[in-house]
RNA sequence: GGGUCUGUAGCUCAGUUGGUUAGAGCGCUACGUUGACAUCGUAGAGGUCUGCAGUUCAAAUCUGCACAGACCCACCA
């Protein structure tokens, strides 16, 4: 059997629906075990099945993943993400670069470890029953389930990214990474420990960074009283409780009341506790607020804190880790925040100390994690420095990263962020930045590579026993004094600590590739040198200063280098009406379901159709309905090309049945498979080929400068208003020979312009299609130029235009769809044209019976006339008079408003002559074609 | 208190450097199975682009102010 036998038996049948959940994991399988995810990979520049390699040259393109927590599920935010990665990675693959997606995912300290205790305390139990090590168990236990989970969901999505080089933020190779960059900044003495007052969680017990602190507005009291009788004047505060630990009075330098004060101290009996109070001055206090008298506070306060130091007053701490009053103050020792406040207004009360008790608007403080109150008090804690000089750059790390996006820093161009307006956000965040603490007080993440030497007898050591030895691998022994009884630091990192480091620490593909040289961080790696920095870090704004930023403090600091090239933020999705998702609300769309039930391609479209980076985006359900309708129409549109196959020969040069013959050469020396007979192509055909190309060229373009919105809105209008609704319905009734190859042309690059945005199915019509090579490695398309000679853009609009107005005359005058009419058309100058459409004229929904093209004439009685472009259209029979009169005064009307509106611009001198001249002629060319026009209609509205 | 963003059709949003009669999807109305698609087709209604002032020959687009909403940062004892 000849392969052209081959190809007229391959009738082929294809499900008049297209269900995305019967084919999606096959695909998906058939992609990852090809290993075409993998840089290493066949790739595009292939043009033969011979020639599958690598070009060496070809450029990078990386893009870490953002590691997802490994917390739970997917939700649409991941969704986002993974979308837009996915199609800046296809998009790059299919353009012939070397691509690396790399996947990973976050072990997110806190957020997982408060899961567990979640947990736990269902089960009636509490870390401290359990103890450090087997906790840490139940914890990598769950974070192992929950990873297979977001995995299975991540594939769900499409993602094609290289699992081969799957990384964790606290595997092997991150925890060398971090413990590497611990021993660098600390040698470089930007990490310090320190007692500060800190952010603290009572709930989570532990610290917690300046951003990670919510606040949630209130409302609260304000009491104002005096300490004692024999204290001078009132004092106004929200939290009576911490009272007990005041050490000093602030007042403002140039409050009069007060001036008398300054330097005195005072020993007062405050409910039971003494307390010796310093009168200060301090410039802040707001002498409106209250009494203009302010307790300084200076363990629960940062400002207090601030103040104390300044005036070297005695910090006193009231409470405790746990969030309850310290032990020193009896009577109220052990008691919670709350129960101690009202018992100390209580007191005051009955001492007639109150004077006042009013509500104000205050801002609670809140734990980012699980929404406990937060107390600031002192606590010994590790820092990181961000304002000391680094000798080797001669700038502190606050410094570097705001160079490295104002003017670019080590010999690269500065970091672009998408959308530009973030930049002044990151800005101000960073000139605002203070020391970052970077220990926590939780079990779970990486343990501070600190060890400490207990000697045998701390006293006997030398005087370097006591300080932290720090140290990449566990040390075996204390190095100044040899004894073996070392212990290690109880707390761990800060998670951003290691997810600072993601860009680089992934590239390493052993712990031993990476090392500290010359005060640099090296990966000794092919894939380091080959993909760092990063091509784009894509990500959601929430989080621009949580990890974005902190990437380009870590990574200019310790390998010298920016993380990555460009910043693309995307904005939040909220629900239908704008409201954020939250379980509460009840208001979440679940990837997973929406997956289930519409299809990958549906969810990923309505993600990033009818969007703009940085902005929120609402999502419904509907949306996502009705993209899973578009890939429907997809599908059908191919579903009609592909069952009435090709039968030329030169479709099987195309290749769509012997794949082995070379391909052929287009008419721009591109290489193409396609080749059209010049002779044979009709208006329709030069049009919708010319339409392609400049679709090409768009597409490309707004890939490039991440208009994802827009390419994909451009897509679904060629897809559907171009190619379905006239293209298609033209080659029913248009039969030139090289109409299905034309067909099949069209659909082939459709199918790869819209394969980033949805793979699945277009692999699967690919595959439907017989082609031998899958679709994600297919070479992206080119704008070759197919058409030689005249362009047919034009001259098909015409007929476009005729045939729109017939239809339009149709509906207002309620011609029955049944009904056939005639019409007569004086063509003019386009008589050639429109004689040899005549077919198409007739055809496409006009119900035209009858149909007389002459170049001009005497209007037929009984007709409805329309005039476009100086073409007559009449249309005989089924006439209504009424409507016809009704149309034609309502058409002058408009066309004379149009023209007065012209004729005005056109007599203003300014414009004449400040206008540039193609606007002022484009301006004469309209109002003459509406004179025209008007004319033609007031001679058709006599008659 | 400092800052950012948004306000365009009933709803969700596009609208690139100012320059055709301001667009799309959904929804709505009327009609409709012509060789893929009713998850479809044809046609239609619907907007003084939040308001005011200014710059300009020309403003949805630039500037200022006002109003409404969202968010970020700092944080008040």
């Not at 070397?98 to 870390?127: C, F, Y």
């Not at 081969?164 to 092997?172: I, P, V």
């Not at 039968?647 to 013959?661: C, F, I, N, P, V």
């Amino acid at each position: 059997m000849g392969s052209f036998d081959k190809l007229n038996s391959m009738k082929k049948e294809m499900a008049k629906i297209y269900e995305p959940s019967k084919y999606e994991d096959g695909i998906y399988k058939k992609w990852e075990e090809s290993g075409s995810f993998q840089p290493e990979a066949g790739q595009p520049q292939a043009d033969n099945l011979d020639n599958l390699k690598l070009d060496k040259k070809a450029e990078s393109y990386i893009i870490s993943m953002p590691p997802p927590n490994v917390t739970g599920t997917l939700h649409m935010g991941h969704g986002v993400t993974l979308v837009i990665e996915d199609i800046l990675i296809r998009f790059n693959r299919m353009r012939g670069k070397r691509v690396l997606w790399l996947p990973g995912s976050d072990h997110a300290a806190i957020a997982t470890q408060t899961k567990v205790e979640k947990i736990l305390k269902e089960e009636g139990m509490n870390r401290h029953e359990l103890g450090r090590d087997k906790f840490l168990k139940r914890v990598e236990q769950y974070a192992q389930e929950s990873h297979d989970t977001i995995i299975g969901q991540m594939k769900k999505m499409g993602s094609s990214c290289d699992w081969s080089r799957e990384a964790y933020t606290l595997d092997e190779m991150r925890t060398k990474a971090v413990r590497s960059v611990f021993k660098m900044m600390f040698d470089d003495g930007l990490i310090y420990r320190g007692e500060r007052i800190v952010n603290w969680c009572p709930r989570c017990h532990s610290t917690l960074a300046d951003d990670e602190v919510e606040y949630k507005a209130q409302k609260t009291k304000v009491y104002t009283f005096k300490y004692s009788r024999d204290f001078p004047f009132a004092i106004s505060t929200t939290r009576p409780e911490t009272k007990l630990g005041d050490t000093g009075v602030a007042v403002n330098p140039k409050d009069k009341r007060y001036k008398k004060y300054i330097g005195e101290e005072y020993k007062v009996d405050f409910c039971g506790v003494r307390l010796k109070l310093k009168i200060i001055a301090d410039r802040g206090v707001d002498m409106k607020f209250g009494t203009g008298a302010v307790g300084v506070t200076p363990a629960h306060s940062f400002i207090d804190g601030q103040m104390a130091e300044k005036n070297n007053l005695e910090i006193k701490k009231v409470i405790n880790e746990e969030g309850n009053i310290h032990e020193d103050f009896v009577g109220f020792s052990g008691k919670n925040i709350l129960e101690a406040r009202e018992e100390i207004v209580k007191k005051l009360k009955a001492q007639k100390l109150l004077t006042k008790e009013e509500e104000i608007d205050n801002n609670l403080s809140l734990c980012y994690r699980c929404d406990t109150p937060i107390e600031p008090l002192p606590s010994l804690q590790w820092f990181i420095d961000v304002n000391k000089k680094i000798a080797r750059y001669k700038k502190s790390l606050k410094e570097l990263s705001i160079e490295a996006v104002k003017k670019g820093v080590f010999n690269r161009e500065k970091i672009r962020i998408i959308p530009e307006r973030f930049v002044k956000n990151y800005f101000h965040w960073m000139n605002n930045l203070r020391d970052w603490c970077i220990s926590r007080q939780i079990w779970f993440g990486h343990r501070i590579p600190v060890w400490y030497c207990r000697g045998n007898d701390m006293e006997q050591c030398l005087p370097d026993c006591k300080k932290p030895i720090v140290s990449i691998n566990t040390p075996k022994e204390c190095p100044a004094c040899g004894s073996k009884d070392l212990v290690q630091d109880k707390d761990t990192l800060d998670t951003w600590f290691s997810s600072g480091l993601w860009t680089f620490s992934t590239l390493a593909n052993s712990p031993d590739q990476i090392k500290i040289k010359n005060k640099r961080l090296i990966i000794d790696s092919d894939d380091f040198k080959k993909f760092h920095p990063t091509s784009v870090l894509e990500t959601g704004y929430d989080i621009l200063f949580f990890w974005v930023a902190r990437m380009i403090i870590m990574t200019t600091y310790a390998v010298q280098d920016i993380p990555f090239q460009d910043v693309y933020l995307h904005g939040l999705i909220r629900d239908a009406l704008g409201r954020k998702m939250s379980k509460s609300l009840g208001n979440v769309i679940n990837p997973l379901d929406m997956i289930n039930k519409y299809g990958t391609d549906a969810v990923r479209l309505s993600l990033v159709i009818g969007t703009t980076p940085g902005n929120d985006m609402n999502l419904s359900e509907d949306k996502i309905a009705g993209y899973r309708n578009f890939t429907n129409k997809l599908w059908n549109i191919a579903r009609y090309i592909i069952t009435n196959p090709p039968a030329t020969a030169r479709h099987e040069r195309a290749g769509y049945e012997l794949r082995t013959r070379l391909p052929l050469r287009g008419t721009s020396g591109q290489v193409t498979n396609y080749e059209f007979d010049q002779e044979k192509l009709t208006n329709a055909d030069k049009y919708i080929l010319e339409k392609m190309g400049y679709l090409i060229d768009e597409i490309t373009g707004d890939l490039n400068d991440y208009s994802f919105s827009q390419a994909g809105e451009k897509l679904r209008e060629f897809t559907w208003a171009e190619f379905a609704d006239w293209y298609l319905e033209v080659s029913k009734f248009e039969k030139s020979k090289e109409k299905s190859l034309i067909l099949f042309y069209i659909l082939e690059n459709l199918l790869k312009l819209w394969h980033p945005f949805m793979p699945f199915v277009t692999e699967k019509i690919w595959e439907e299609m017989g082609k031998a090579k899958m679709l994600i490695i297919e070479k992206w398309p080119l704008n070759t130029s197919l058409i030689k000679g005249d362009r047919g853009i034009n001259n098909f609009e015409i007929i476009k235009n005729i045939i729109s107005a017939i239809r339009i005359i149709r509906a207002e005058n309620k011609i029955e769809p049944a009904k056939k009419i005639k019409a007569v058309i004086f063509a003019g100058e386009q008589m050639n044209l429109i004689k040899s459409q005549e077919i198409l004229i007739k055809s496409l929904r006009t119900g035209i019976s009858e149909l007389e093209i002459k170049k001009s004439g005497v209007k037929p009685k009984n007709a409805i006339a329309i005039s476009i472009g100086g073409i007559e259209i009449h249309i005989i029979g089924a006439v209504d008079k009424e409507k016809e009169k009704e149309r034609i005064v309502k058409e002058i009307e408009n066309l004379e408003k149009l023209i007065k509106s012209a004729k005005i611009k056109l007599s203003n001198k300014d414009f004449l002559n400040k206008a540039p001249g193609k606007i002022v002629k484009a301006e004469m060319k309209k109002l003459k074609e509406r004179e025209n026009e008007l004319e033609k209609l007031k001679k058709a509205g006599k008659s």
